[in-house]
């Protein structure tokens, strides 16, 4: 039996799904799926079954997407790189202040070591009972493989890198996450993410999603190595029986609802 699994990065009223609408998503799909937890995934008895992801860990998570996900009682699975999380264990009560854009949180967070408009470590344990914490990688950076071309000045993977690095870099460019193609970096970055996260949530790490969706079978077989049994992409697809290669259907805020629900059975 398949499965279809959601990639969400935000949702928020100005910047990302609308909470009304990611409602009406969660809706539809308790009404006519089995929504996984990642521990269920190998022995789903269920079709169709899907799986809710995001990406990134931004606060509007804790403000708009948590609160619809315990009204219905739907797990979902965060993907989180440590060094872009707020190193605190505060929970935070003013939606305002997850009012910055993409392109500007990680701006903030890569040249000013600004996290505030992502999730605390309080944060995370605060939502741990439907929304289970998995790896980002370490630093959201790193990965072997070739990236996608540069878009514009306003694609924030420019401010991973360093200030000579970003002088070179022009439109059209291909970019990996850190250009990386040392074998040991990537390592690093895979194995202290897993040893951070288990470590400050006291829970077990074993899935991972690329960064910018960036891999190839040599980070692949790294994490395999380290002990990850799950491997996320960005790849648009279907499911069967690869769990090292899962295929996400990216969901933002243009995709109208019809477009939702023809893609999820597809």
Same mark, same amino acid.
Not at 88 to 111: W, Y
Not at 232 to 247: A, L, M, P, S
């Given at each position: 039996?398949?499965?279809?699994?959601?990639?969400?990065?935000?949702?928020?009223?100005?910047?990302?799904?609308?909470?009304?609408?990611?409602?009406?998503?969660?809706?539809?799909?308790? *009404?006519?799926?089995?929504?996984?937890?990642?521990?269920? #995934?190998?022995?789903?008895?269920?079709?169709?079954?899907?799986?809710?992801? &995001? $990406?990134?860990?931004?606060? %509007?998570?804790?403000?708009?997407?948590?609160?619809?996900?315990?009204?219905y009682n739907?797990?979902?699975?965060?993907?989180?790189?440590?060094?872009?999380?707020?190193?605190?264990?505060?929970?935070? %009560?003013?939606?305002?202040?997850?009012?910055?854009?993409?392109? @500007?949180? /990680?701006?903030?967070?890569?040249?000013?070591? $600004?996290?505030?408009? /992502?999730?605390?470590w309080g !944060? #995370?344990?605060?939502?741990?009972?439907?929304?289970?914490?998995?790896?980002? +990688? #370490?630093?959201?950076?790193?990965?072997?493989?070739?990236?996608?071309?540069?878009?514009?000045?306003? $694609? =924030?993977?420019?401010?991973?890198?360093?200030?000579? !690095?970003? !002088?070179?870099?022009? @439109?059209?460019? !291909?970019?990996?996450?850190?250009?990386?193609?040392?074998?040991?970096?990537? @390592?690093? @970055?895979?194995?202290?993410?897993?040893?951070?996260?288990?470590? *400050?949530?006291? *829970?077990?790490?074993?899935?991972?999603? =690329?960064? =910018?969706?960036?891999? $190839?079978?040599?980070?692949? %077989?790294? +994490?395999?190595?380290?002990?990850?049994?799950f491997c &996320?992409?960005?790849?648009?697809?279907?499911?069967?029986?690869?769990?090292?290669?899962?295929?996400?259907?990216?969901?933002?805020?243009?995709?109208?609802?019809? =477009?939702?629900?023809?893609?999820?059975?597809?």
């Open positions: 039996m398949g499965f279809t699994t959601l990639l969400y990065h935000r949702v928020h009223p100005k910047f990302g799904v609308k909470p009304e609408i990611f409602e009406e998503q969660i809706k539809f799909l308790k *009404k006519y799926f089995q929504i996984l937890k990642l521990e269920e #995934l190998e022995k789903r008895n269920h079709f169709p079954s899907a799986l809710i992801t &995001f $990406d990134d860990g931004f606060l %509007d998570t804790f403000f708009y997407a948590y609160p619809v996900l315990r009204k739907v797990p979902a699975i965060l993907f989180v790189s440590p060094q872009r999380i707020l190193n605190t264990e505060d929970v935070r %009560d003013n939606p305002m202040i997850s009012d910055v854009s993409t392109f @500007e949180a /990680f701006k903030n967070s890569f040249l000013n070591n $600004d996290n505030s408009a /992502f999730l605390s !944060e #995370l344990k605060a939502i741990s009972d439907l929304i289970d914490v998995q790896s980002h +990688a #370490l630093s959201h950076r790193a990965s072997l493989g070739k990236g996608k071309p540069i878009k514009s000045e306003h $694609d =924030w993977r420019i401010y991973s890198l360093d200030n000579n !690095e970003r !002088e070179k870099i022009k @439109e059209g460019m !291909e970019l990996t996450s850190i250009l990386v193609t040392n074998h040991k970096v990537a @390592e690093k @970055e895979l194995k202290e993410s897993k040893r951070l996260l288990e470590e *400050k949530l006291n *829970k077990m790490v074993n899935a991972i999603a =690329w960064p =910018w969706g960036i891999y $190839d079978e040599r980070v692949v %077989d790294i +994490a395999k190595k380290i002990g990850y049994r &996320f992409t960005t790849n648009r697809g279907f499911n069967r029986k690869d769990f090292c290669h899962i295929k996400r259907l990216a969901v933002n805020e243009r995709k109208s609802m019809l =477009w939702f629900i023809t893609r999820t059975f597809l």
